[in-house]
C-alpha cells in the first residue's frame, strides 16, 4: 500500500517561495505518475503538476507555469513542488496523489491517481 506524506506548507507574503515535499513509501513499481493538486475554500481542486517517476516527463498547469517546477529524488522516494513568486491566489491546501502508470503520455492533469496525502497549507499574504 502506497502511502503519501506531504510536508513544507506554511505562510509566506507575495513573492515568496516554498518548497512542498511528497515522502512515499510502499512503492512496488517503478512506474508511477505523481501530481500535486490544491484546493481553496469554496473552489474546485485543480490539478497543478505532475511527473511520470521513470520518464522525468512533467505538465504543468497555466496558473503555474514558469513559477512553479515539480521534481523527484528517486534515492528518498520524495517528490518536491518548488514555487516561486507566490501569489494570493496560490493560497490553498496543496495535496500529494499518485497512482501506477507505464504510459508517460498517460501522466497528466487529466489522469486518475489512486494514492493520496493529507495535504499541507499554503497561505500568502498580499
Known amino acids: 500500500q502506497v502511502q503519501l506524506v506531504e510536508s513544507g506548507g506554511g505562510s509566506v507574503q507575495a513573492g515568496g517561495t516554498l518548497r512542498l515535499s511528497c515522502s512515499a513509501s510502499?512503492?512496488?513499481?517503478?512506474?508511477?505518475?505523481v501530481a500535486w493538486f490544491r484546493q481553496a475554500p469554496g473552489k474546485e481542486r485543480e490539478g497543478v503538476a505532475t511527473l511520470h517517476t521513470r520518464t522525468y516527463i512533467t505538465h504543468y498547469a497555466d496558473s503555474v507555469k514558469g513559477r512553479f517546477t515539480i521534481s523527484q529524488d528517486n534515492a528518498k522516494n520524495t517528490v518536491y513542488l518548488q514555487m516561486n513568486s507566490l501569489q494570493p491566489e496560490d493560497t490553498a491546501m496543496y495535496y500529494c496523489?499518485?497512482?501506477?502508470?507505464?504510459?508517460?503520455?498517460?501522466?497528466?492533469?487529466?489522469?486518475?491517481?489512486?494514492?493520496w496525502g493529507q495535504g499541507t497549507q499554503v497561505t500568502v499574504s498580499s
Open positions: 510502499g512503492y512496488s513499481y517503478r512506474d508511477y505518475c
Open positions: 496523489a499518485a497512482g501506477r502508470q507505464g504510459y508517460s503520455w498517460l501522466c497528466h492533469l487529466g489522469s486518475e491517481f489512486v494514492y
